[in-house]
């Protein structure tokens, strides 16, 4: 036997081994990563069809049409108020990024034609 043949023989096995206490770490990171990517896409859609649904009230569509609007986005409900000559309507959502509830929300404004 060439000298120091054994020298590996006490760690065989232990890269298994910090591999399986590393994975899960990992695992939640990206699922945590992936989750806050989703949650800040819906922001976007949010804020779009916010801003959307401001627009079609402040031309005189009904304010249930921005209602429409966004619902598009999954779960979310609006409101509308008028502020002076502006229309602004308020979308929200709860965003869940690994099992927690995010609140997510989104106010858009428009000039309407005044009422």
Same mark, same amino acid.
Do not use: F, K, N, Y
């Given at each position: 036997?060439?000298?120091?043949?054994?020298?590996?023989?006490?760690?065989?096995?232990?890269?298994?081994?910090?591999?399986?206490?590393?994975?899960?770490?990992?695992?939640?990171?990206?699922?945590?990563?992936?989750?806050?990517?989703?949650?800040?896409?819906?922001?976007?859609?949010?804020?779009?069809?916010?801003?959307? /649904? +401001?627009?079609?009230?402040? =031309? *005189?569509?009904?304010?249930?049409?921005? @209602?429409? &609007?966004? !619902?598009? $986005?999954? #779960?979310? /409900? +609006?409101?509308?108020?008028? =502020? *002076?000559?502006?229309?602004?309507?308020? @979308?929200? &959502?709860? !965003?869940? $990024?690994? #099992?927690?509830?995010?609140?997510?929300?989104?106010?858009?404004?428009?000039?309407?034609?005044?009422?």
């Amino acid at each position: 036997m060439p000298a120091g043949g054994d020298a590996g023989a006490g760690e065989r096995g232990s890269v298994a081994a910090e591999l399986a206490v590393a994975l899960p770490a990992v695992m939640v990171v990206v699922a945590l990563g992936i989750g806050g990517l989703l949650a800040a896409s819906t922001q976007v859609r949010l804020q779009d069809a916010a801003a959307d /649904g +401001a627009r079609l009230v402040a =031309r *005189g569509e009904p304010e249930g049409s921005a @209602a429409g &609007v966004v !619902a598009q $986005v999954r #779960g979310a /409900g +609006a409101s509308v108020a008028w =502020r *002076g000559d502006l229309v602004c309507v308020t @979308a929200a &959502v709860d !965003a869940r $990024v690994a #099992g927690i509830a995010i609140p997510l929300r989104a106010v858009s404004c428009a000039l309407g034609g005044g009422r």
